[in-house]
């Protein structure tokens, strides 16, 4: 199995400000990795797929780098409604894995 | 516009079986992936299994289930099923239903339903 590490578990930071969150994962997922954000009481919304596409409506402010074992989410400039939390997915083989997430609230 | 709603019951008992429908609409049910998701209350999500119906027509289950799991389609009443069997208070969980592109990551999912274990 392969395990998806997300650091940091917390990222405290104002509206406007940028946010930069990782995902490493155990081995080499390829370009394989999805970013989803969730908030309380939702059912988590696809961000990003194949480690640097934007899913359909999703704002040009989020934006996905990385490949094999390194992953970046980074969201520009954060909005009031981009304050959740955030996991990152593998499907480089037929047994998906999430990262534990990373909560980004507001400081 | 693509939906997808979960149903069945929210309480079981120890032991028995869990049974969800995840009932599709505003889409054909052929081509996709179709996938349940669970997330226990305050944790995080750990993908259960998928049904395949792009091609082979076959499904894939998290091996951390064990053969718990079984994932069935039936597209003349456009929905697809979760049967998860001797569950116990760890399987107490918010199950999502989703679906994905061939291939691809589940970009439509349900509004989840929280099932608990208990006698």
């Known amino acids: 199995e392969i395990v998806l590490t997300q650091s940091p578990a917390t990222l405290s930071l104002s509206p406007g400000e940028r946010a930069t969150l990782s995902c490493r994962a155990s081995?080499?997922?390829?370009?394989?990795l999805a970013w989803y954000q969730q908030k309380p009481g939702q059912a988590p919304r696809l961000l990003i797929y194949?480690?640097?596409n934007r899913a359909t409506g999703i704002p040009a402010r989020f934006s996905g780098s990385g490949s094999g074992t390194d992953f970046t989410l980074t969201i520009s400039s954060l909005e009031p409604e981009d304050f959740a939390l955030y996991y990152c997915?593998?499907?480089?083989?037929?047994?998906?894995?999430f990262g534990q997430g990373t909560k980004v609230e507001i400081k | 516009q693509v939906q997808l709603q979960e149903s069945g019951p929210g309480l079981v008992k120890p032991s028995e079986t869990l049974s969800l429908t995840c009932t599709v609409s505003?889409?054909?049910?052929?081509?996709?992936?179709w996938s349940w998701i669970r997330q226990p209350p305050g944790k995080g999500l750990e993908w259960i299994g998928f049904?395949?119906?792009?091609?082979?027509?076959?499904?894939k289950n998290n091996p951390s289930l064990k053969s718990r799991v079984f994932i069935s389609v039936d597209t003349s009443k456009n929905h697809f099923s979760l049967k998860l069997s001797s569950v116990t208070a760890a399987d107490t969980a918010v199950y999502y239903c989703?679906?994905?592109?061939?291939?691809?990551?589940?970009?439509?999912w349900g509004q989840g339903t929280l099932v608990t274990v208990s006698s």
């Open positions: 989703a679906r994905g592109p061939p291939g691809g990551n589940p970009d439509y």
């Open positions: 505003g889409g054909s049910m052929s081509t996709y992936y």
């Open positions: 049904f395949d119906y792009s091609g082979s027509g076959s499904s």
């Open positions: 081995q080499s997922v390829s370009s394989y």
């Open positions: 194949d480690a640097s």
């Open positions: 997915q593998q499907r480089s083989n037929w047994l998906w894995t």
